[in-house]
């Protein structure tokens, strides 16, 4: 997401879970999503087991970007790993963004106090 590289955030929850990383077509009728990083398999509908593998797809029931709530995802790659909720201030001015789904620990790295 544009502004996030180098911002300082908050963790607001951390979940164990297998995300994915997915590709798909949102239904507000946008431009194809290409490598959507991260759906956690609890934001799936009825997805079985996990881990999903590349080229299955599922339909999503989640709405943390704009189109995805009902849109069929084709999922690209799979990561069982510890996901995490943020709240941030874009880097490149904006306002607050609260409760942001999701972020991996790769992704985040300590401040110094």
């Known amino acids: 997401m544009e502004g996030m590289e180098g911002a300082e955030a908050v963790i607001e929850g951390a979940y164990d879970t297998t995300a994915y990383a997915v590709s798909y077509t949102p239904e507000?009728?946008?431009d194809p999503?290409?490598?959507h990083k991260w759906v956690?398999?609890?934001e799936?509908?009825?997805p079985g087991e996990a881990p999903l593998q590349p080229g299955d797809t599922a339909v999503m029931n989640t709405?943390?970007?704009e189109g995805m709530m009902g849109a069929e995802a084709e999922v690209d790659s799979a990561e069982n790993t510890t996901v995490y909720m943020i709240t941030f201030t874009p880097t490149n001015g904006g306002d607050e963004v609260s409760n942001?789904?999701?972020v991996t620990g790769e992704e985040l790295?300590?401040?110094e106090e």
Request: hydrophobic share 25%; no cysteine.
């Open 63 to 65: 709405d943390h970007m």
């Open 40 to 42: 956690i398999h609890e």
């Open 28 to 30: 507000n009728g946008g």
């Open 44 to 46: 799936l509908e009825d």
């Open 33 to 35: 999503v290409e490598n």
């Open 100 to 102: 942001h789904k999701w």
């Open 109 to 111: 790295s300590e401040t």
